[in-house]
Nanobody, 115 residues
């Protein structure tokens, strides 16, 4: 059975940093494309960043220059390092694993950026 478990969310002040983690089990982690999505209240779920099995990385404008998305295949874990956080980064952040179909999702972790 596949599990993606996110952690590391919380409340942070504007300008602060957080590191999210996504630990996977039940899949051959190294062959999966991994990604972070986020969903703000009343908004659709949107891609934040993706890292391929080969380590190629794509950032959307929401995180470009402020976020990084390393992965540790030995630990079956992906991270999202978020710096210079803004109130508009407030959302539930979801981990996604893709290798054809089906895709897998974590349960999400809440990030709130507020003073």
């Amino acid at each position: 059975q596949v599990h993606l478990v996110e952690s590391g969310g919380g409340l942070v002040q504007p300008g602060g940093s957080l590191r999210l983690s996504c630990e996977a089990s039940g899949i051959i982690f190294s062959i999966y494309f991994m990604a972070w999505y986020r969903q703000a209240p009343g908004e659709p779920r949107k891609l934040v960043a993706q890292i391929t099995s080969g380590g190629n990385i794509y950032y959307t404008d929401s995180g470009k220059g402020r976020f990084t998305i390393p992965r540790d295949n030995a630990k079956s874990t992906m991270y999202l390092q978020m710096n210079s956080l803004k109130p508009e980064d407030t959302a539930v952040y979801y981990c996604n694993a893709e290798y054809g179909v089906p895709q897998y999702w974590g349960q999400g972790t809440q990030v709130t950026v507020s003073s």
